[in-house]
């Protein structure tokens, strides 16, 4: 038996005697055996990888060396494991950091399929389909994806994009519970991120604000799936009463005459993290809707939880405390990013301290023991704001910048954020934050005639990102040009830049670092990198024909190191990738992809056929009336997934002025039968009628007719 092997079974067979209080016998390791002692003290057992940031402190870093920075060269594919679910090849986004305990990693896909392979050979073990209603497809503003499970004391949560928490059996994956934690079917909720354990319970939040609805999370029973409690992030109308006290206070920092209709926003749907020592549940919360302030709480004010980070008492559900990032959220400034903790020295005291770097472009240091602001820098370029306040913790807003509402504003970060869901990792030997940076700049714009739309998009600010079109170039002038996609590592008790690696993509991933001094991070043009912790300096590329959106994780087993990454482009970015994504070029196959020193090279997917002849649309009479109306029905119902028409369309979602024959021909049932909803096609009844589907038609036959008679010539 090796060392390692040892330092692997000690722990384990002291949790099996654990759980069996009286037991003579060892028993075999019950799979899944994560509990809070194993977490707590997850770096006597770096080769494990128990929780979504390893540790209960979120960090995204390890322990592990064995790759270093002289010999990560040889890093290569060590297995592959290709998605699967009921529905075929999974095309969609992979966000999730993989689970690895005993041998056995966990996680979670697109449709919030859950699967368990050996993290030796990648063979699967069980694989959990779910089968989401594929009408939740349309609630998701930001494709099917979903963020991790958590595997706690041999059982594995998942969040289902329609709204289930379901709790299944690590040795098997069967179902043992599930609990609908959605209070409203109609609204256009969904759940994407990953539950969160914290004192025996599970948490779990939800997504939605683009369209309206109102942010909560609900907590229950780990073992049972009881219902233990909810807590609102934004109150309802007070009219309908306070569900918690908080709601009363929250209620106070907005317009008595709010509009209601909307929810008001404020969902979670970011990684949380949990400290068992001072049972403290930290939460991020997201962004407001409709996103202008003069609609939504004409009279102003802070509108709590928006955009705010907040500490709550697993046990009862009540608030701690909160901090909030963004007061009078109207930009998309989501602080759902990950949360995470370090104990470090800041001006000569031992802090307790929580890190985020949410969309705002701050890099917030919390006290986490009572929310104090430690510091806030900005970490990309901000202009909507020119500091943070240290006394009040408010930011300086420069309101000639930011407020849009009487004109157009070029305002960064934009609604992506300075830093979006790729979680960051923090490196406590070198002291780093390696944080995945957006530059980028977006012109805002206020849209008239604010009434809630049910069933659709409700952000009411039009969006324009850079590079802008020609007829926003103005917007631009004066401003430093946008660098896009940055790693950036971060000294978090300076608050300053250390080294930056700008690399090209659409969406860059998630971060991993270890004390191989290590920074790994793919990219949506398909490439593993890695980097050295210090310098920057890249070390190593490795191209897999899967852009990779998604953080790395690493772990050990035998004596050999791995790292691994789910690899599969998608999320907000699914509807627009660009020509340099690895999408643009092969089929977006999800697979999780697996190295280690001396591995092989990394099959690439299957070429992506786009068909690049246009077919004859049907022969159908076509109405001038008919096709504006389908127009602007398009505009509002379908551009949001499909977006343009022609060339330059990269997406694996279907080019509309390009159908083929059958598409026609189901047209109608697609769209308000839900023919093609397994696939992600939500069906429409809800809102549009057959006139409204034939309108649209009929614009879209006008569209493809013009593209099929400009091929003949
Ligand atoms: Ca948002």
Known sequence: MTIDRFRTLVPLLIAAFGLLPGCQNPRPV?????????????????????????????????????????????????????FLNSRGKVNRGLEASPIVVDGVMYTSGAWSVVM???AKTGAEIWRYDPNVDGRYARKACCDVVNRGVQVWQGKVYVGTLDGYLVCVDAATGKEIWRADTFTDRKAFYTITGAPQI????????????????????????????????RFYTVPGDPANGYEHPEMEMASKTGDPK???????????????????????????????TPYPIWYRSPAGGDNLFLASILAIDPDTGRLKWHYQTTPGEMWDFTATMNIVLADMKINGQNRKVLMQAPKNGFFYILDRTNGELISAKPFVPVNWADSVDHKTGRPVVNMAN????????????????????????????????????????????????????????????????TPLPPDYAHYGKGWPEPEYEVLKAWDPVKQKEVWRMPFPGTQN?????????????????????????????????????????????????????????????????????????????????????????????????????????????????????????????????????????????????????????????????ILLKGKLSYYGMSDFSDVLSPDDVEALHQFLISVQSKRYQQQKK
């Open 258 to 288: 709010s509009d209601w209709s909307a929810g008001g926003g404020g969902t979670v749907w970011g990684q949380m993290a949990y400290d068992p020592e001072l049972n403290l549940l930290y939460v991020g919360t997201g962004n407001a």
């Open 509 to 669: 991933g998630g971060v991993l670092s270890t004390d191989g001094h290590l920074v790994f991070q793919g990219s949506s043009t398909g490439y593993l990198l890695v980097m050295n912790a210090t310098t920057g300096q890249l070390l190593k590329k490795i191209y897999t024909g899967t852009g990779i959106v998604a953080p790395p994780i690493t772990y050990e087993l035998e004596g050999e190191q791995y790292v691994a990454v789910m690899a599969g482009y998608g999320g907000a970015v699914l509807f627009f990738p660009g020509e340099q994504d690895a999408v643009a070029k092969y089929r977006n196959e999800g697979r999780i992809l697996a190295f280690k020193l001396g591995g092989g090279e990394v099959p690439l997917p299957p070429v992506q056929k786009r068909a690049d002849t246009v077919s004859a649309p049907p022969a159908k009479a076509l109405h001038p009336k008919q096709i504006e109306k389908g127009m602007l029905l398009y505009r509002s119902y379908c551009s949001f997934c499909h977006g343009g028409f022609g060339s330059g369309h990269y997406s694996e979602v279907p080019d509309l002025s390009a159908m083929a024959p059958v598409t026609h021909e189901w047209f109608s049932d």
């Open 198 to 229: 914290a004192a025996g319970k599970v948490i779990i939040g939800n997504a939605g604000a683009e369209f309206g609805v109102r942010g909560y999370i609900s907590a229950y029973d780990a073992e049972t799936g009881k219902f233990s409690w």
């Open 402 to 465: 930011a407020w849009y509402k009487d004109s157009g504003k070029y305002i960064f970060p934009g609604p992506p954020g300075g830093h979006s869901w790729p979680p960051m990792s923090f490196n406590p030997t070198t002291g780093l934050v390696y944080i995945p940076t957006i530059d980028m700049a977006f012109v805002y714009e206020n849209e008239d005639n604010y009434k809630f739309r049910p069933g659709r998009d409700n952000m009411f600010a039009r969006q324009t990102p």
């Open 116 to 118: 368990a392979v050996d």
């Open 30 to 82: 019950v799979p899944g055996s994560i509990d809070e002692k194993r977490l707590v003290r997850a770096d006597e057992e770096p080769q494990q990888w128990m929780s979504l940031g390893r540790n209960f402190i979120q960090q995204h870093h390890s322990p592990l060396k064995k790759i270093d920075t002289a010999n990560v060269a040889t890093l290569g594919l060590a297995w592959e494991y290709n």
